[in-house]
């Protein structure tokens, strides 16, 4: 007998997969085998996945920039912020191949990802003391960290260099940014200011040598609304420390403010006739000149070079002096030099100037060859004189006036230019005339001449002293006693004459009518208020005078006969 059970006939297995088969049956013990224990493997798989899938999605990009320095960074620590927000962590700092530099691995927040462009910008905020001023204190306490200024524009980008200073414009800021070309760089630096009739309007935002090595260019930015006040026609210039100008003209001391003789600056203007006129746009390109005074003289385009040839001392006269005409500046001196004739056996210096017409008003029909313009001018008496226009320094210019009465001396050793003729300054006028007059003194025959005077002054004193000569002057003075004695008499005899006549009888008829005639008249000829009368007395005191005076120099010369020679005061002094 088996030990085997016995399993009781299923009629209900009719086939293969059929009701009450082996199939079924074993489907049925598997399902009441499941337990639930496997449902919280799977709710942490879930879960798991859930979050790593939110953890993937809300993840930042990562970065890497480049710096010279990881001076203040440290992994794992250092923040990147945004408006003292923070952004990011430093997540590793390692340093580059080639040891130029070193390089961080940043983690970004998710927020930041879409602007990171090639226009993005990071630098280190450490503490800085520069001209501008100290910047980062705040990171003293705080530790450095990095600073992120988003790009709005660029293709997206994961890689970045760092900059070394902090920008000083940001992204957000609104402005222009312009280029300026200087024949060579100024006492200016990087952050300069740039000012506009006083108020600081932007900054400089760098500057580096040109693409043709012989200028520098300056990059800068304007700030919003100054830069709209940028036009085409704006003229910059350079007001960098302290302006110092020493000229014929003097001394002239100018500063744009305190924070330009520490780290220099620019300042722009725009002329009014220009200022109706569209804003520049952005990366126009303008001329850096180097002072205010350089921008005027650039207003004056034409310009038109003459020459003119000095034979005297130069000295105190130099390159860039003013020409004037009647102290109005109308031309610069741009060089000067020496030459010899060979022929002439002579010196002279050669002064080239340039003539500026616009800084005349001309009115009726201009002269269209200046050359013509320039002859006219000479016929007129036009000349160039050098004159003083410093006495402390001693510098010289050029003074253009109209001489009509001097004569034209032209040298004409340069067909290339007009020339203009000159005259001696007056010092060598007046030089030229001593030297003419001592010149013609000394061609003077000198012992000829005192040995005349010495046979003059013999003569004279022997005249003087002669017996002749002393009863001239006796006689001479008898002669006015006795003319004095007949003019009394005359003044007291004609009177009763007269009187006596009136009384004759009147049967003298028409002659003593004709004879009073002639005595009235007589009267009045020799009376005491007559014509007659005061110049016969006026010529008697003046004869007086003569012969006292005579007589006096007489007696002089008789003890100094030297004195026709020496003066009175050199016979004295022997």
């Known amino acids: 007998m088996s030990d085997q059970p016995t399993v009781p006939p ?32 799977i709710v942490v798989v879930l879960v798991g996945g859930w979050l790593a899938y939110t953890t993937i999605a809300e993840k930042g990009p990562t970065v890497t920039i480049s710096f010279k320095t990881a001076e ?3 992994s794992g620590k250092t923040k990147v912020k945004f408006k003292d927000v923070e952004v990011g962590l430093v997540e590793s700092v390692t ?6 530099g070193v390089t961080i691995t940043a983690g970004l927040s998710k927020e930041v990802e879409n602007h990171l462009t090639t226009e993005t910008r990071f630098w280190v905020v450490r503490p800085r003391l520069g001209a501008g001023g100290v910047s980062g204190l705040g990171t003293l306490l705080s530790g450095a960290y990095v600073e992120l200024d988003p790009g709005e524009t660029g293709a997206p980008a994961k890689t970045f260099v760092g900059l070394e200073l902090p920008p000083l414009v940001r992204a957000e800021t609104q402005g222009k940014t312009f280029d300026l070309e200087a024949e060579k760089l100024g006492s200016f630096s990087y952050g300069s200011p740039i000012y506009y009739r006083g108020f600081k309007a932007g900054q400089v935002l760098g500057f580096e040598l040109a693409e043709d090595n012989r200028t520098v260019a300056v990059h800068i930015f304007v700030n919003e609304p100054y830069d709209a006040l940028v036009h085409e026609h704006t003229r910059f210039w ?36 220009l200022e109706s006129g569209q804003p520049a746009e952005e990366g126009t390109v303008f001329a850096l000149y180097s002072d205010k005074e350089a921008v005027a003289e650039a207003s004056y385009v034409q310009r038109e070079r003459t020459i003119m040839y000095f034979d005297g001392s130069v000295r105190g006269l130099s390159v860039d002096a003013p020409v004037e005409f009647r102290g109005i500046r109308v031309g610069t001196v741009v060089d000067i030099k020496m030459e010899f004739d060979r022929e002439a056996m002579a010196f002279r210096i050669p002064v080239l100037i340039e003539f500026e017409p616009g800084r005349i008003s001309v009115i009726g029909e201009r002269f269209n060859d200046p050359r013509q313009a320039m002859e006219a001018l000479i016929k007129m008496g036009m000349r160039a004189q050098l004159q ?14 109209l001489h009509p009465d001097t004569p034209i001396k032209l040298v004409g050793a340069d067909s290339r230019y007009p020339e203009m003729p000159t005259i001696p300054t007056t010092i060598e006028a007046i030089t030229a005339s001593v030297t003419g007059v001592l010149d013609r003194v000394a061609a003077l025959p000198m012992e000829e001449l005192f040995e005349d005077l010495r046979e003059t002054a013999d003569s004279t004193n022997k005249l003087v002293s002669s017996p002749d000569t002393r009863e001239a002057l006796h006689n001479l003075n008898a002669t006015l006693a006795r003319a004095e004695t007949l003019m009394q ?3 007291t005899e004609v009177g009763p004459l007269v009187a006596s006549l009136r009384s004759t009888s009147d049967a ?37 005078r003569a012969a006292r005076s005579f007589r006096v120099l007489a007696d002089y010369l008789e003890t100094h006969p030297d004195a026709l020679i020496r003066g009175k005061g050199g016979a004295n002094n022997q």
């Open 10 to 41: 299923d009629h209900s297995f009719d086939g293969p997969g059929g009701p009450g088969s082996v199939d079924e049956v074993a489907v049925q013990e598997r399902r009441r085998r499941f337990s639930i224990v496997w449902v919280i493997p």
């Open 72 to 74: 203040g960074l440290e």
């Open 95 to 100: 340093i580059k191949p080639d040891l130029s």
């Open 238 to 273: 350079n007001v960098s420390g302290v302006h110092v100008t020493l000229d014929a003209n003097g001394m002239d001391l100018r500063t744009e403010s305190l924070e330009t003789l520490l780290q220099g600056g620019i300042a722009f203007d725009t002329p009014q006739t």
């Open 388 to 401: 003083t226009g410093n006495l402390l320094t001693g510098q010289l210019f050029v003074a253009l006036d």
């Open 489 to 491: 008499t005359l003044d």
């Open 508 to 544: 003298a008829g028409l002659a003593m009518a004709q004879a009073q005639a002639t005595l009235s008249n007589a009267e009045n000829m020799t009376g005491e208020k007559s014509q007659l009368r005061h110049d016969l007395n006026s010529l008697f005191e003046e004869l007086t």
